[in-house]
């Protein structure tokens, strides 16, 4: 079989990492390494597409272009700066690429790769929050086959049997609860980043690790799971589930449940999508139920979450809303790991900016391309700063 061409978008993240290092102990031959991409971090980047053989890779800052040329000096990769340079990696011949930006940012190179109808694995959720529609049409009319890479939509992916839609009554996604799973509202007030970041069983980025302290993280997947797998929100429940085991399940007419279950280690799923439609050997723990004993589930808290609600609202009210959501979000989460605001500002914000969108009408246009999208999310930024800076005074 010939090798499998990927590119990693966000390469120097915990997912694009966790991608690279299963390509890197893939047999020799499974995998050539077409791009890689990355912020800024110039040193990160190098590194890895020297160890991976990378044709190419981008930085998104411009200005960090000269020192990639330099850390890269007299090796056989090409490299470019700027935003153009990330579209440029996403449009280059791989067959499967890893969509793994943080954030809004990541939605043009995703929808290259989309538009060229590569095999995209999907982690990017704010770009599926933010223009699921337009994502989801994009990739039917190019053949693209999206794979669900976050834990929760990988585990429904394998567990959701399309040919007996009519016989599935919902999907449950799992939800660790965070690292403030049983903080009172009053210990939330007084949270620091620290605390919140600190959580308690997965390494990840930090905007993800303050997500799932608030719930935000599920609340965005409640809404990439409507996407991805064409429910209403109403289809989608949550529940928390502190071992984080069980990633997700879905629910027949007949009273059966589908689960999928693994140790909480983000390669399992990203090895799913890296050797789909086949499986590959992973170094991650194998889960031992006898040493676990026992598995912990309780509904969500909606006063001490409310975000889960919030992005039901968002999803129902479609159009622009998700946009404004998730932008918003994206704002409050950059505020509050400045030291800017509180933990419960977080979604306050996110609640206000939403609110105010719909009023004011941005929410309620439906975004008619990819611009569009960024248009609203641009309004949606002005909003929450805007609150954030009112609150300060
Ligand atoms: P991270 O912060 O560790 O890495 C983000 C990557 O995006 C880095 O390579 C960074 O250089 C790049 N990046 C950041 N801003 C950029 C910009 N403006 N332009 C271009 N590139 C930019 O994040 P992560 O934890 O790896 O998460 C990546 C995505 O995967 C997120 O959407 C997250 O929600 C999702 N996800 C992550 C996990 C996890 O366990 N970490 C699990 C499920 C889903
Ligand atoms: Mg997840």
């Keep these: ?11 120097t993240g915990s997912v694009g990492r966790a991608t690279l290092d299963l390509v890197m102990r893939a047999p020799g031959g499974a995998f050539e390494v077409i791009a890689l991409t990355a912020n800024s971090n110039v040193e990160g980047l190098a590194q890895l597409a020297v160890q991976t053989g990378a044709r190419f890779c981008a930085v998104a800052d411009p200005g960090a272009g000269v020192a990639l040329k ?11 700066a700027g935003p153009e340079a990330v579209l440029e990696a996403a449009r280059m011949n791989a067959d499967w690429v890893m969509a793994a930006i943080v954030g809004v940012a990541g939605l043009l190179p995703t929808v290259e790769a989309v538009r060229r109808g590569a095999t995209v694995a999907f982690a990017n959720k704010e770009a ?27 585990a429904i992916f394998q567990t959701f049997d ?46 993800i690790s303050v997500d799932r302290a608030t719930m935000m993280n599920k609340g965005l ?9 064409a429910l209403p929100q ?42 789909w439609p086949d499986r590959i050997d992973t170094p991650v723990e194998r ?63 996110v609640a206000e900016s939403l609110e105010r969108g719909i009023v004011t ?9 990819f611009d569009a999208v960024l248009e609203v999310d641009g309004e949606g930024r002005r909003l929450a700063r805007h609150i954030i800076a009112e609150r300060a005074h």
């Design 162 to 207: 399309d040919s007996q839609r009519a016989r599935i009554r919902r999907i449950i996604l799992t939800a660790s609860g965070g690292s403030l799973r049983t903080a009172s509202l009053e210990v939330m007030g007084q949270d620091s980043v620290a605390q919140a970041v600190a959580h308690p069983v997965w390494s990840m980025g930090a905007k």
């Design 234 to 275: 109403s289809d989608v429940d949550i529940l928390v589930h502190p071992e984080s085991v069980v990633h997700g399940l879905v629910e027949y007419t007949d009273g059966g449940l589908l689960a999928q279950l693994g140790a909480p280690d983000m390669r399992t799923p990203i090895a799913h999508v890296l050797a």
């Design 221 to 229: 997947e409640i809404i990439e799971a409507c996407h991805l797998f």
């Design 128 to 154: 599926l929050v933010c223009a699921g529609e337009l994502l989801i049409q994009a990739a039917q009319e190019s053949g693209t086959q999206l794979l669900p890479v976050d834990s929760e939509h990988n």
């Design 361 to 369: 009408g941005i929410a309620v246009e439906q975004p008619a391309d």
């Design 70 to 80: 330099a850390a890269l000096e007299g090796r056989d990769v090409a490299c470019g």
């Design 1 to 11: 079989m010939s090798a499998r061409k990927v590119t990693v978008l966000g390469a």
């Design 287 to 349: 889960l031992d139920l006898t040493k676990l004993g026992k598995l912990t589930f309780e509904a969500p808290d909606p006063v001490r979450f409310p975000a889960l609600d919030l992005a039901r609202a968002a999803f129902e009210a479609g159009k622009g809303a998700p946009a404004i959501f998730n932008a918003a979000n994206e704002v409050a989460v950059e505020a509050f790991l400045n030291g800017q605001i509180g933990f419960l500002d977080i979604t306050t914000c």
